[in-house]
Each structure stands twice: as structure tokens, then as C-alpha cells.
């Protein structure tokens, strides 16, 4: 069912400061754990996803930590920037086909 | 290019009309699509998993009469929304079970938005 009355959390960070955006998942049968970004009125736009198997993935700007003992996951933006705002969503997904799970999301804001 | 494509993007509807969004798969054949639906400041919420010649499998709390799921072809799902209402207004995307070589990503589509006046 839907989030009723649920409200994004903010994170606020100064521009070229570091961001870290936490995501607490559900299952631990998942796969493949994928960070996405929205901006207003768009689709979410693929950033960056890990296998269970792994703990650490870098990519451009951004690194993605998993911590499977306690279903946790989180995103690290580097050197943010103004067009780093928008909202980040963790999605969880036990491959084939099963369909993705949305963890709530985070608004982050960036401060000139 | 895109590989599901969703249509409309954007519809604008009175009160008591119905209304059907269409997901289509471009180069391959999808037996399966989801429909997520999202509310202003929600997270994407899974509504239901179409079915290519069966019934579609809804979630918990969504009505299967109002959200209408036809999956008639490998290439085409549709969601319609049936007498719609306010609370109806959100955004809905669909999202094809193939993933992106060698990543985690599923292709999605644009996405629909729908107002219902």
C-alpha cells in the first residue's frame, strides 16, 4: 500500500562538501542493490548498483557501501554539487524476474 | 535509444473518466512488466506484475477492478485506471524484468502523469 503520511527525509549539504545518503533494506535474499535518482517530474535515473557479494563499488563521484549484517546501504557523493539535488532512492531486487523494492527515499539539497 | 516505452507521458482528466497508459517493450518480447505508481514525496510503491496471457498479480491494497491490467501481447502491457478520481493523480511507471548487461538496472519507462480533476 501506499506511505501514507510519510515525508522524505532532507539531507543539506554545502556545495563540494561530501554526502552521504544511508538506506536500510529488507531482504536478505536480494541480489543486486541499486541507487537511483529523481529529479521533479522525471523517472528515476540509474546511479549506481552492487552484487550481495560485494561491500564496496566506486564509480564516477559516487560510492555505494553494503553492509549485509545489517541490511544496510548507503551512497557517497563526492565534491557535491548543485545538480546533485534531487531525491536518491535505494532499491532492492532478487534478480530474474522479481521486481524492484523502493526503499522511502532521501531530498538532497545542495547549498551554493 | 529507449527500450520501454510508456505513453502518455502526461493526461489530464476529469473525475469519472477512465484512463489507459501504455507500456510497450521495444526490441524484445517482455512476458512479464511492473506498474509502480508514486505519490508527490512518496517512494515508487510496486502496484501490480502483468502477466503476458494471464491474470496480472496485484499488491496488497490495490484494487485489481480500478487499476485495470492487460498484458495481451509480448510487446504491450496497459494499465488502465477506471473511474478515476483525485486521489487517482499520481505518477505511474512501468518497468520491464531486463536488466542492463552486466548491472543491477531494469529498464523503466517514461513514466505517466495523471491528474484527475
Known amino acids: 500500500g501506499e506511505n501514507v503520511g510519510l515525508h522524505l527525509p532532507t539531507l543539506s549539504v554545502q556545495e563540494g562538501d561530501n554526502s552521504i545518503i544511508n538506506c536500510a533494506y529488507s531482504n536478505s535474499a536480494s541480489d543486486y542493490f541499486i541507487w537511483y535518482k529523481q529529479e521533479s517530474g522525471k523517472g528515476p535515473q540509474f546511479i549506481i548498483d552492487i552484487r550481495s557479494n560485494m561491500d564496496k563499488r566506486q564509480g564516477q563521484r559516487v560510492t555505494v557501501l553494503l553492509n549485509k549484517t545489517v541490511k544496510h546501504l548507503s551512497l557517497q557523493i563526492a565534491a557535491t554539487q548543485p545538480g546533485d539535488s534531487a531525491v536518491y532512492f535505494c532499491?532492492?531486487?532478487?534478480?530474474?524476474?522479481?521486481?524492484?523494492?523502493f526503499g522511502k527515499g532521501t531530498r538532497l539539497s545542495v547549498i551554493a | 535509444g529507449a527500450v520501454v516505452s510508456q505513453h502518455p507521458s502526461r493526461v489530464i482528466c476529469k473525475s469519472g473518466t477512465s484512463v489507459k497508459i501504455e507500456c510497450r517493450s521495444l526490441?524484445?518480447?517482455?512476458?512479464?512488466m511492473f506498474w509502480y505508481r508514486q505519490f508527490p514525496k512518496q517512494s515508487l510503491m510496486l502496484m501490480a506484475t502483468s502477466n503476458e496471457g494471464s491474470k496480472a498479480t496485484y499488491e496488497q491494497g490495490v484494487e485489481k477492478d480500478k487499476f485495470l491490467i492487460n498484458h495481451a501481447s509480448l510487446t504491450l502491457s496497459t494499465l488502465t485506471v477506471t473511474s478515476a478520481h483525485p486521489e487517482d493523480s499520481s505518477f505511474y511507471i512501468c518497468?520491464?524484468?531486463?536488466?542492463?548487461?552486466?548491472?543491477?538496472?531494469?529498464?523503466f519507462g517514461e513514466g505517466s502523469r495523471l491528474t484527475v480533476l
Open positions: 526490441d524484445f518480447q517482455a512476458t512479464t
Open positions: 518497468s520491464a524484468p531486463l536488466r542492463k548487461l552486466n548491472t543491477g538496472e531494469l529498464f
Open positions: 532499491a532492492e531486487n532478487q534478480g530474474g524476474n522479481t521486481p524492484l523494492v
